[in-house]
């Protein structure tokens, strides 16, 4: 909790020093998750100790001879568990900030954030085909193959045949003609097609970014910067 404070005190530092521009930047609202999530982990943390208190005593006054209900306690935790894969999650996507010292790296994020309204439109148009694609084969084989018993094992089965990693053989034996027919068509569009969309958005934009790139600044050096602003001796800098 220590350290939330501590983050929740910058947060709020830079807040009043960039005042509307704080909304503006993708790692501000990072932060905003992070911390926001990091509450809302106290708060479950919390909430299932007073549970478990609560059941203990009830089982110890009863010797344990009364019916008690874990449903509710056990999804308290399941809310617990969400909100730290949450807070670890976008902890781990704050390390993609330090890419910005290494020239390399930081080529690949400079790509992405050059690329982010072409990989927008991209993902709508993937989003859609893929879509199609989920509710054609949820339809068509429903009751013929187990991998489309659900939507979301659908979903799940056609992420794999885009890797690669799904057998013809279920399709050819669910229907000798509508299963390999819907899964040519699959590997063509979506994997061909698509995939061969997004490889040239990537690239074509890679080429730009490292012709207009400027030499970032060094590690050291921002350290250095950071600590002279921090001491109030940054006057000539």
């Known amino acids: 909790m220590g350290f939330i404070i501590y983050f929740m005190i910058i947060e709020i530092r830079s807040l009043f020093k960039l005042k509307l521009n704080y909304f503006r930047q993708f790692w501000s609202w990072i932060e905003l998750v992070i911390i926001g999530c990091s509450w809302g982990s106290v708060g479950a943390y919390?909430?299932?100790?007073?549970?478990?208190?609560?059941?203990?005593?009830?089982?110890?006054?009863?010797?344990?001879?009364?019916?008690?209900?874990?449903?509710?306690?056990?999804?308290?935790?399941?809310?617990?568990?969400y909100l730290l894969a949450f807070c670890c999650f976008f902890a781990t996507i704050k390390f993609v900030h330090l890419f910005r010292f290494?020239?390399?790296?930081?080529?690949?994020?400079?790509?992405?954030?050059?690329?982010?309204?072409?990989?927008?439109?991209?993902?709508?148009?993937?989003?859609?085909?893929?879509?199609?694609?989920?509710?054609?084969?949820?339809?068509?084989?429903?009751?013929?193959?187990?991998?489309?018993?659900?939507?979301?094992?659908?979903v799940q089965m056609l992420f794999q045949m885009t890797?690669?990693?799904?057998?013809?053989?279920?399709?050819?034996?669910?229907d000798a003609f509508l299963g390999p027919f819907c899964f040519a068509i699959f590997i063509f569009l979506v994997v061909f097609v698509c995939l061969s969309m997004f490889l040239s958005i990537i690239i074509a934009t890679f080429r730009r970014v490292r012709k207009n790139r400027i030499e970032e600044q060094g590690i050291m050096t921002f350290i250095f910067k950071k600590f002279l602003r921090w001491t109030g001796k940054n006057l000539y800098l």
């Open 102 to 154: 290494n020239q390399r790296l930081s080529l690949f994020t400079e790509t992405l954030q050059s690329a982010g309204k072409e990989l927008l439109s991209f993902s709508m148009m993937f989003s859609i085909i893929f879509m199609s694609f989920v509710s054609l084969f949820y339809l068509l084989f429903i009751s013929k193959i187990e991998s489309c018993s659900t939507l979301l094992e659908t």
């Open 163 to 174: 890797v690669m990693k799904y057998s013809t053989s279920e399709f050819i034996q669910a």
């Open 46 to 81: 919390i909430w299932r100790f007073q549970e478990s208190n609560r059941i203990s005593q009830l089982f110890e006054q009863t010797n344990g001879y009364v019916y008690i209900n874990l449903q509710f306690l056990v999804y308290i935790n399941d809310i617990l568990t």
